[in-house]
C-alpha cells in the first residue's frame, strides 16, 4: 500500500526565512506525489505535482520541491516565507495509473510564519 | 469558471439521524471524489465516482454512501450517524484522465452529531 510520512506537525518559520516541509513516501510502483495547501476553513489547493517528467517540480506562490528516489523524499521548499504561506500543507501520493483518483495524504504540516 | 461548490456548509444533527451531502463539480469535470477530514484521523478517502460508476472506494463502513448524477453532480449520505462522523467532508472534482491526482476541492460540509 502507499503511504507518505509528513516529519514535523508544526513548524515555525520567521518571514523572510527558508521553508522547507519533509515528506518521504513509500510505493511499489512509480509514484506520482503531490503537495495540498489548506488555508482556514478553506478546502484543499494543490500547489505542485510530480508526474516522473523532472525531477524538480515547480509550483504556486514560490513553491517548489525535488523528488529524491534514493530518498524517497518529496520534500517542500520556498527560499522566502511570506506572512501569506501561513497555512497547512499535506503530501499526497497516488498510483501513477491513470484513471485512479484515489489520494493518499500524510497527517499535514501546520506552517506558521514568525513576523 | 465555477470552482466546486458543496451544500451545505454547516450542519448539525444528532446521533441515529441521516445526512445528505452534494458537490457540484466544476464544469467538465467527471470525476468526483469525497474525503473526510477529522483531527485525529486525518484526510481520509471515501469514495470516487466517475461517470455515474462508483470506481474506487476506501474502508468506510455501509452506512458511508454515495451517487454521482448524469450531470457529474454527486451526493453523499450518511445513515445512521454517530459521534465519531463529526468531520468536515470535503468534494473533489477532476477530470478523471490524464491528470490523475489533480484535484479541485470544495471547501467543505462541516458535520457536527450530537
Known amino acids: 500500500a502507499q503511504s507518505v510520512t509528513q516529519l514535523g506537525s508544526h513548524v515555525s518559520v520567521s518571514e523572510g526565512a527558508l521553508v522547507l516541509l519533509r515528506c518521504n513516501y513509500s510505493?511499489?510502483?512509480?509514484?506520482?506525489l503531490f503537495w495540498y495547501v489548506q488555508y482556514p476553513n478553506q478546502g484543499l489547493q494543490l500547489l505542485l505535482k510530480y508526474t516522473s517528467a523532472a525531477t524538480l517540480v515547480k509550483g504556486i506562490n514560490g513553491f517548489e520541491a525535488e523528488f529524491k528516489k534514493s530518498e524517497t523524499s518529496f520534500h517542500l521548499t520556498k527560499p522566502s516565507a511570506h506572512m501569506s504561506d501561513a497555512a497547512e500543507y499535506f503530501c499526497a501520493v497516488s498510483d501513477a495509473n491513470f484513471g485512479n483518483e484515489k489520494l493518499t495524504f500524510g497527517t499535514g504540516t501546520r506552517l506558521t510564519i514568525i513576523p | 469558471k465555477a470552482g466546486v461548490t458543496q451544500t451545505p456548509r454547516y450542519l448539525i444533527k444528532t446521533r441515529g439521524q441521516q445526512v445528505t451531502l452534494s458537490c457540484s463539480p466544476i464544469s467538465g469535470h467527471r470525476s468526483v471524489s469525497w474525503y473526510q477530514q477529522t483531527p485525529g484521523q486525518g484526510l481520509q478517502f471515501l469514495f470516487e465516482?466517475?461517470?455515474?460508476?462508483?470506481?474506487n472506494k476506501g474502508n468506510f463502513p455501509g452506512r458511508f454512501s454515495g451517487r454521482q448524477f448524469s450531470n457529474s453532480r454527486s451526493e453523499m449520505n450518511v445513515s445512521t450517524l454517530e459521534l465519531g462522523d463529526s468531520a468536515l467532508y470535503l468534494c473533489a472534482s477532476s477530470l478523471g484522465s490524464s491528470n490523475a491526482g489533480e484535484l479541485f476541492f470544495g471547501e467543505g460540509s462541516r458535520l457536527t452529531v450530537l
Open positions: 465516482y466517475f461517470s455515474e460508476t462508483q470506481r
Open positions: 510505493s511499489s510502483v512509480p509514484p506520482y
